[in-house]
């Protein structure tokens, strides 16, 4: 409540947190904090940010003014950011090609045949994925809130040995939703099922009386199965 020219309040930034340099500017006369726009703000890797405002009751005109001239007063702002739904899930898969690879024997159902695993990095983790499968070979599976894809229904290798789909991770994003794809291969193995068969119920051969096998001569020919 000085007056005159000591009513006159100068604003400058006195210190900002870490990771918040060259990211604001304030008007030395009416005091608004003001980003730059040229530092872009990621709510996945700075979350809060901190500066450090000074007051002063008397503006440096001529430079002439002592400590003792001014007085000053400082506090502390917390800037929060604000989450945007801007990065689609990332499937982490192990394999080289980016597939999805895995098997199944033939007329097993209800198997585990692979797992994938998704992370939507602006929901914090797993929390905001779901799963979905798509292709017109995903008939025979499912995939549950884990990723976990089960065969639900008996396969023959005989019929098709490979199935090959997409997995759909999407997030739970208000505005835009968010997804990506994976591929998935699915091979199915042959299972011994099937015992050998005779072609006939009977077999019958004939053999000369006395023949017998010698070793310099080939053996005579009884029949064939």
Do not use: C
């Not at 870490?18 to 530092?39: C, H, K, P």
């Not at 890797?45 to 440096?60: E, M, N």
């Not at 794809?181 to 009977?202: C, T």
Request: proline content about 4%.
């Amino acid at each position: 409540k000085d007056a005159g020219e000591n009513r006159v309040l100068r604003y400058e930034i006195a210190s900002v947190g870490a990771g918040s340099e060259s990211m604001f500017t304030i008007g030395q006369n009416d005091g608004i904090l003001r980003t730059i726009d040229t530092q872009p703000f990621d709510y996945e890797t700075q979350k809060t940010h901190t500066v450090t405002v000074r007051i002063s009751d008397k503006p440096l005109f001529d430079g002439t003014e002592t400590s003792a001239d001014i007085k000053s007063a400082t506090f502390v702002l917390t800037i929060n950011v604000l989450d945007k739904n801007d990065n689609s899930p990332a499937f982490e898969i192990p394999s080289t090609d980016g597939t999805y690879s895995g098997s199944v024997v033939e007329n097993v159902a209800n198997a585990l045949v692979v797992v994938v695993f998704a992370v939507d990095s602006d929901m914090d983790g797993t929390q905001g994925v779901t799963y979905s499968l798509d292709g017109q070979d995903k008939e025979p599976f499912e995939i549950n809130a884990n990723g976990q894809i089960y065969v639900s229904t008996r396969l023959d290798f005989e019929v098709k040995s490979t199935y090959s789909f997409s997995v759909v991770a999407t997030d739970k994003g208000m505005s835009p939703v968010l997804s990506s794809r994976a591929s998935v291969v699915i091979q199915v193995s042959d299972a011994n099922e099937a015992a050998p068969v005779f072609s006939k119920a009977l077999y019958e051969g004939s053999l000369v009386e006395g023949a017998y096998a010698d070793a310099a001569e080939p053996a005579n020919m009884v029949g064939s199965v």
